[in-house]
Nanobody
Framework: QVQLVESGGGLVQPGGSLRLSCAAS????????MGWYRQAPGKERELVAQ???????SYGYFVKGRFTISRDNAKNTVYLQMNSLQPEDTAVYYC??????????WGQGTQVTVSS
């Protein structure tokens, strides 16, 4: 069983920044990819950013250069640096891990609220 521990959500004003962290109980050598999804009220869950085991990155269309996903192999941790946050970025952000067997695991979610 994989455990994902998320942190870093909160309330921020428009234009502000937040950094989310997700620590996995499994090393990057044994996974396919890790990333972040988000779900706003009344909307479907959508990909925010993902980083694969070979380091390649992909982002949701709405990111537009504002967010950066990175990882620390020694800590089995993925980070999502979010800049220029806007009210439409308000959502619950979920960490996701995809293992080598393409099994997906989810964190408990962390709330991000962008409001003045």
């Amino acid at each position: 069983q994989v455990q994902l521990v998320e942190s870093g959500g909160g309330l921020v004003q428009p234009g502000g920044s937040l950094r989310l962290s997700c620590a996995a109980s499994r090393s990057f050598s044994s996974i396919k990819a890790m990333g972040w999804y988000r779900q706003a009220p009344g909307k479907e869950r959508e990909l925010v950013a993902q980083i694969s085991s070979n380091g390649s990155r992909s982002y949701g269309y709405f990111v537009k250069g504002r967010f950066t996903i990175s990882r620390d192999n020694a800590k089995n941790t993925v980070y999502l640096q979010m800049n220029s946050l806007q009210p439409e970025d308000t959502a619950v952000y979920y960490c996701n891990l995809l293992d080598l067997g393409f099994n997906g695991y989810w964190g408990q979610g962390t709330q991000v609220t962008v409001s003045s």
